[in-house]
């Protein structure tokens, strides 16, 4: 990547970051951000073999699709890297699916590097992890950080282990040599352990499994529901999204009258 494509690319993502609600250092909720900036957001738990996220333009709707079966830290990443292919790429294409490779930077495809490289620079800005280094650790490079440092750093930054180690590697903060000692700690203590003595935020590091999709999404399958367009089948297990049934919404469906068990509650309400 050119050096100039990349402050472009920092120059977005700051404009973004400056929208966002944040603590001492990361973006508090970059889920709620999302929201906010109009994507309609759907988290649900695909399975941990299925693909991690996809991003989609569809008619005046940007959908961002997130697998929730993964850790949270991880489902954040995803988010921030869809965030990107919008804002960088969404002006040729409008489809980006992504899975553990394009995501973990192993893919030679020069948009997925510049998404990871916006997710990065969104979620862990160099000058915020300057200051990180300057007033928490008292130190200017990454010498004699422990596994501990690192989980205070996931805390604040909402970030994996893994996107720590990788982002103060390229920030030159530590050569490769502390990459894999912290690396080495990080087997041996656990991540949950780590986060757990510092009173960091643990939930990072497990899946959340969280089902959120827009609530607008129901006007539309009820619409196509009473449209016939799809089975009472389809309305149930969306609805279950929603933990939602037929009888919550049972003044806003038409009531099929070719249903035989609908049929049979009103003769046996008749009879009663
Ligand atoms: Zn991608």
Known sequence: MLDTRKREIRIKADAVREKCKVSRYGIIDLFKECERLGYKLIRYPLGEKADLGFALKRDDDIVIFINSSCRLSREIFTLAHEMGHIILHFNGESRFVDNSTTIAGQSDDEKEQEANYFAAYLLMPSDEVDRFFDLELSKSNG??????????????????????????????????????????????????????????????????????????????????????????????????????????????????????????????????
């Open 143 to 272: 010498e004699n950080l422990t596994g501990l440092d690192i989980a205070r750093m996931m805390s604040e930054f909402s970030v994996s282990y893994d996107m720590v180690l990788n982002r103060l590697e390229s920030l030159q903060k530590i050569d490769s040599n502390q990459k894999l000692c912290l690396d080495t700690e990080r087997a041996e203590k656990r991540v949950g352990n780590l986060l757990r003595s510092i009173g960091g935020n643990a939930r990072l590091n497990s899946a959340g499994n969280e089902i959120d999709i827009p609530y607008e999404y129901i006007d539309y399958v009820i619409y196509n529901y009473n449209h016939k367009a799809i089975p009472k089948e389809t309305l149930e297990k969306v609805l279950e999204c929603y933990h939602l049934s037929l009888e919550d919404i049972s003044d806003r469906i038409d009531i099929m009258t070719d249903d035989n068990d609908d049929l049979a509650d009103l003769i046996g309400g008749l009879e009663d």
